[in-house]
């Protein structure tokens, strides 16, 4: 029965004639079948897909109409004057309406929690990103050149950079709302309040080094594995920062600060560090950067589809772009890598990118497949 009045729900949210109760009730569905949450957002995701310049596509509708009519679904086409394909809203539907997007989302649903459930036998660089269960965990993954934004079950919203794994338990929601991260992940955080204890409850971000704990609010974390700073951006609400190895430490951000720290393996005893790194302290306290030009939070600009780097050296970069144009990039000298830059891309290929930057700084580089070398 909860299956049924779920597909209802969701074709009257489709149909954008839910009420604020039905879409609270769907809420409360969806929260306790993750299954059905994650079918809805593949489903809302491809209902919201622009209309295809193709002529045949209300004979496919048409088709795909017939199926479901032959199947038993009451419909009745000439209800409408003009009947529409089934990617355009509709500004007034009838409950016969409702019901045909309701088996259809049904249909959609079954795939989408096939789909779903067999992901992780399937070869993940075919698909920007990968959504799969390991035991009582759910996760989300990126590979290198792509990004994905997901909401989950408490209505937070997360958008996922690059090459970044985000985890969370199956009863996510419930008296604590926790999820690990591995890479980089901006977050708007809903509130939330027991309905035991009428108490907030708290949303924990958990990386390789720090934890991050809110109660609603947007902000930017950065852990990618390897990398030598862990950075937590806040741009509007607080946040609390725990560093794991200076528990009884609580590093309180305001907006439009950030915090970064050194990483463990990354200390001012490393004799292989840098020098711009080691001259850096454990933990710095400072301001977000904007561009000079229009005002661009750097921090986030990645959220927009712009790749920013702000006086950054060309190692920086470097992984920056690797992650972005799913490439590999090699130095041939060490001094290469201290080159600085500074630019905003956001349509170019790798090959425009490298070609304005060695513009400005004395380098060459040659392309084989995705990997790159940087020289003289």
Do not use: C
């Amino acid at each position: 029965m909860s299956k049924d009045r779920i597909w209802f729900l969701v074709g009257k949210k489709l149909a954008g004639e839910a009420s604020t109760e039905e879409l609270n009730e769907l809420e409360g569905l969806l929260r306790s079948d993750p299954d059905m949450h994650y079918a809805l957002q593949n489903i809302t995701d491809l209902w919201n897909l622009p209309a295809p310049a193709n002529p045949e596509v209300e004979a496919v509708f048409n088709r795909h109409v017939k199926r479901l009519k032959d199947a038993g679904t009451d419909w009745d086409q000439n209800e409408e004057t003009e009947p529409q394909p089934y990617y355009i809203p509709f500004q007034k539907r009838s409950r016969k309406k409702i019901m045909l997007i309701s088996a259809a989302a049904a249909v959609l649903m079954a795939a989408s929690i096939y789909w779903y459930h067999s992901v992780t036998d399937r070869a993940t660089s075919a698909r920007p990103f990968v959504a799969s269960k390991n035991g009582e965990k759910n996760e989300v993954s990126t590979r290198n050149g792509s990004k994905t934004t997901i909401t989950l079950p408490d209505g937070s919203k997360v958008w996922l950079n690059a090459g970044s794994i985000l985890t969370y338990n199956k009863d996510f929601g419930g008296k604590i709302r926790e999820v690990h991260l591995s890479g980089e992940a901006f977050f708007e955080v809903q509130p939330a309040v027991s309905p035991v204890t009428e108490q907030r409850i708290p949303f924990i971000i958990h990386t390789q080094h720090i934890d991050v704990r809110v109660l609603g609010t947007a902000f930017n974390v950065k852990s990618y594995p390897g990398e030598r700073q862990t950075e937590t951006s806040l741009v509007h609400g607080k946040v609390e920062v725990v560093i794991h190895n200076r528990p009884d430490e609580i590093f309180t951000l305001r907006p439009n600060e950030k915090l970064v720290v050194m990483n463990e393996e990354m200390n001012p005893a490393d004799s292989n560090k840098t020098s711009e790194a080691r001259h850096e302290p454990f933990v710095s306290l400072s301001k977000l950067n904007y561009t000079d030009a229009d005002s661009l939070l750097v921090e986030t600009a990645w959220v927009q589809n712009k790749l920013v780097f702000d006086n950054e050296s060309f190692l920086a970069v470097a992984a920056k772009m690797e992650r972005w144009y799913n490439v590999e990039i090699e130095f041939r000298e060490e001094k290469m890598q201290e080159l600085r830059f500074t630019g905003i891309f956001e349509n170019e290929t790798i090959q425009q990118a490298l070609d304005y930057m060695a513009i400005t700084a004395p380098f060459h580089y040659t392309m084989h497949g995705n990997k790159i070398t940087i020289g003289r």
